[in-house]
């Protein structure tokens, strides 16, 4: 059996979204599949916009990467992607409460292309991406401390309660992006 994958190590700067109450807001819907096409496609061509790049849908979440020192910009995509959920959730009438969380961190992640023989497709890996995944799930936009340092001088934040995480000893920091000043 042969392992064929290329690899590389690159700094990117990584969305994790996902849809808070979706699996309430689907069954009260009943079409999931035009809902989640309208949502993919409405937040892709704002995350083209910005030079964000969609690796891939994982159910009713995102999985993205922007440019390195674009922190600045990719936290304004969340606060267009949180803002163009609410516009899709809106002119659909979905009266359960739900809202677009949305994780942000930075570093070095291996990119390649993985998998089976049958389906191979880009992928990420690395710790800004178990972080982006870790922090996603809080009802905004979070951040990481790395991208904390970059973005504070042009948004208001406020501390979020640290994370314990399985795999590091110290905690990790986070934060939530307010609005920009």
Not at 25 to 47: H, P, R
Not at 70 to 94: G, M, P
Not at 120 to 130: H, S, Y
Not at 146 to 172: F, G, M, S
Request: negative net charge; hydrophobic residues 40%.
């Amino acid at each position: 059996m042969t392992h064929h994958h290329t690899l590389t190590t690159e700094d990117h700067l990584v969305i994790f979204t996902d849809i808070h109450n979706y699996s309430i807001v689907s069954k009260a819907m009943g079409d999931q599949a035009g809902f989640l096409q309208e949502v993919y496609e409405c937040l892709g061509d704002i995350i083209v916009e910005h030079r964000g790049e969609i690796i891939k849908y994982m159910g009713d979440g995102m999985l993205c990467i922007f440019p390195e020192g674009s922190e600045n910009q990719t936290v304004a995509c969340a606060f267009a992607l949180r803002k163009a959920y609410a516009t899709v959730r809106d002119r659909r009438n979905i009266e359960v409460e739900t809202e677009l969380e949305i994780g942000i961190s930075s570093g070095e992640i291996q990119v390649g292309i993985f998998g089976h023989p049958s389906l191979r497709q880009k992928d990420i890996f690395g710790e800004p991406v178990m972080r982006a995944a870790m922090i996603g799930h809080h009802r905004g936009i979070a951040i990481s401390e790395n991208v904390h340092e970059k973005i504070k001088a042009d948004y208001r934040t406020q501390p979020l309660p640290d994370l314990k995480l399985k795999w590091q000893e110290t905690p990790l920091r986070v934060w939530e992006v307010m609005e920009a000043k």
